[in-house]
Structure formats: C-alpha cells, structure tokens
C-alpha cells in the first residue's frame, strides 16, 4: 500500500492496473504449481503477492473510478464499485469456485492444479481485454498525481 501512490506517480494508472491484473495470473499459476515439498517457494510467493494484487488493481481501480467519476456522482460511482466487486463479483466467485472444485474432484481428490487453472485463464483473459479495450482518460494522470 505504501508504494502504490509512488508507482502512480512513475508510472501511470494504467499500468498500475495492468501489473496488478498481471500479478493476479501470476499468483494463480504459482498456486496451480507450488506443492508442499519442492514447490513451497511458490505458495509463499503467492501469498506474498496478495498485497500487490490487491493494491494495484482493487485499490487503483477505485482511484480511478474516483478520479473519473463526475463530482456529483462519485458517491454512487464508488458505491456500485464496491457492489461490482464485493458483492456481485463475491457472488459470482463463489458460485463458480464452488462448481469448479466440484467438477474437478473425482472420487473424493481435488485436482487442486487444474483447480487453480481455472481463475488463472479467468484472469488471462481479464489481462487480455484490460491491455485492449482500457482507455486511460487525459488528465487522469494528472488528477491522481494531485492526490
């Protein structure tokens, strides 16, 4: 959370949101991979990159919804962000965790691999349409360096 506003600043919200999206795959893959024995750096470094994840596309995203947002609707704009992602996209990602994990456990094993493949593709494509379609309005640098 601490370097967050310093990579702003450097770098631009885009591309905070990109690496945060892009440490999202990466925390996946290492899941899918890592195992107790030789593969335990993985799970570590997957864990350690929940703050980065977090910070760089959850917290970024919400600046940028702040500093888009006309002044009269940035209440309700950061309202239906909460929704959309602890609510709605909750939800949602538990009702499709849920049913992953039950069609890929076969007499009582999770294939906890092919598991944690499932949210890494999710967030491949989420990487893939943020690096296309996300637009970075002008002044919106600006406006979050003044924050």
């Known amino acids: 959370m601490l370097i967050l506003p310093l990579f702003l600043i450097?770098?631009?919200?885009k591309w905070v949101l990109f690496v945060g999206a892009g440490a999202w795959l990466l925390r996946f893959l290492l899941f899918a991979n890592g195992d107790a024995e030789s593969g335990m750096w993985m799970i570590y470094a997957g864990i350690i990159l929940h703050g980065i994840c977090y910070d760089f596309f959850v917290v970024a995203g919400q600046i940028y919804v702040d500093k888009t947002a006309p002044d009269n609707l940035k209440s309700s704009a950061q309202g239906l962000i909460t929704f959309a992602t602890y609510g709605l996209g909750m939800f949602i990602g538990t009702w499709?965790?849920?049913?992953?994990?039950?069609?890929?456990?076969i007499d009582g094993t999770a294939d906890w691999v092919k598991i944690w493949y499932v949210p890494a593709a999710l967030a491949a494509v989420v990487l893939i349409?943020?690096?296309?379609?996300?637009?970075?309005?002008?002044g919106t640098r600006e406006a979050v360096e003044n924050t």
Do not use: V
């Open 10 to 13: 450097r770098f631009g919200l």
């Open 96 to 105: 499709i965790a849920g049913r992953t994990i039950d069609m890929l456990t």
């Open 129 to 138: 349409l943020f690096i296309f379609l996300f637009k970075e309005k002008k």
